[in-house]
């Protein structure tokens, strides 16, 4: 099989997985979902209206350093030189090298496979980590309590 063809079909097949989660989850817990914009430029995500975004950044970690990492990567690609000081590459980066840049980023800001903890450690951990969000300025029952629900007429936005 080509490569460009199996790259679209998984692209296609994490689309439509996405999809059916989404539909599934606002099903089975009534919230709406909507587009959001995370990389400008680039197909919007779905997601549970009304989840403020900095609820979702706290939750985030993980994508704030690798993009912090792929804006690095990015940089040292177009300031890349060979031996007579030419530019290797051009001042634009693909979408091809952003995306292996990317896959670059989340490798090498990849933590430690952390030691096993138990289900109640980790419930506890989580408990603390939200304990200290709203100690940042936020109200977390306000934030949570923002998730749009809709009624069984309106749950079929969730699927598109």
Aim: proline share 6%.
């Amino acid at each position: 099989m080509h490569s460009t063809a199996l790259l679209e079909s998984a692209v296609a097949a994490s689309a439509l997985y996405n999809e059916v989660v989404m539909a599934e989850a606002c099903e089975a817990l009534g919230p709406a979902s909507e587009p959001r914009t995370v990389t400008p430029g680039r197909r919007p995500v779905m997601e549970a209206a009304g989840v403020p975004h900095e609820l979702i950044r706290w939750t985030s970690r993980r994508s704030a350093q690798i993009a912090a990492c792929l804006t690095d990567l990015e940089h040292e690609y177009v300031a890349a030189t060979d031996d007579d000081g030419n530019l290797k590459f051009g001042p634009e980066v693909s979408e091809w090298t952003r995306a292996k840049l990317n896959r670059i980023a989340a490798r090498k800001t990849r933590p430690a496979k952390p030691r096993p903890r138990s289900l109640t450690q980790l419930r506890e951990d989580w408990r603390d980590s939200a304990r200290a969000f709203p100690a940042a300025g936020a109200d977390m029952r306000t934030w949570c309590g923002g998730a749009h629900r809709v009624d069984a007429h309106h749950r079929t936005r969730c699927r598109t």
